[in-house]
């Protein structure tokens, strides 16, 4: 029967709004407060967009990832996207804020220009995966309504047959603690 059809459906979906909307708000009024959205405006500026999510784990450490991706043509920019999941240690008197040291990994898509005797008019394009392992230290500010602001900077290693050998971490970020 139809109407019985519309009426599971509507009864299904009233349930699936209900579900939705008590796990918005328990995690929008959470007390908890071991959450953060941030955006780096130093990559912004420079035209590589990097947002990241921050998960504190405990007083002193966090768990986090960053994804960047290019809004530059390749032509003009190597790195298109990448991806740096993240472990810090916090040093300072409030929670998870304060100087800190990161120990980051990164996987990277990137286009490799090689260039044959030095030619500009000879070379070859191709397009690559890269993994790498990196450090980074700084300071997390947090404001009496969970602000964030961040400076840090640091360096890791791409492993692996690439022209990059290194990629920087570095960052002046803007965010929300919720």
């Known amino acids: 029967n139809f109407n019985t059809l519309a009426l599971i ?44 999510y921050e998960r504190l784990i405990s007083d ?6 960053s994804v960047a991706f ?5 032509e003009d920019m190597d790195l298109r996207f990448s991806f740096t999941p993240y472990y810090r240690m916090f040093f300072g008197q409030k929670k998870a804020a304060g100087f800190f040291i990161e120990a980051n990994s990164i996987v990277i898509n990137y286009v490799d220009t090689i260039y044959y005797n030095g030619s500009t008019n000879t070379y070859e ?7 790498g392992l990196g ?11 969970n602000l964030i602001g961040e400076v840090y900077g640091g360096v ?18 803007l965010g929300k603690r919720f």
């Open 60 to 65: 002193n450490s966090s768990l986090g990832a």
């Open 70 to 74: 290019s809004l530059d043509k390749k």
């Open 135 to 145: 450090a980074a230290a700084g300071a997390k500010f947090l404001t009496k309504n």
């Open 125 to 131: 394009t191709k397009t690559g995966l890269g993994l």
């Open 156 to 173: 890791g290693r791409v492993f692996g047959d690439n022209s990059l050998g290194a990629y920087p971490r570095f960052g002046i970020t």
């Open 9 to 52: 459906k509507n009864n299904t979906m009233k349930k699936l709004i209900t579900t939705l909307a008590v796990i918005c708000s328990s995690l929008a009024f959470s007390q908890s407060e071991n959450n953060e959205f941030k955006v780096n405006i130093l990559y912004t500026a420079i035209g590589m967009p990097e947002l990241s």
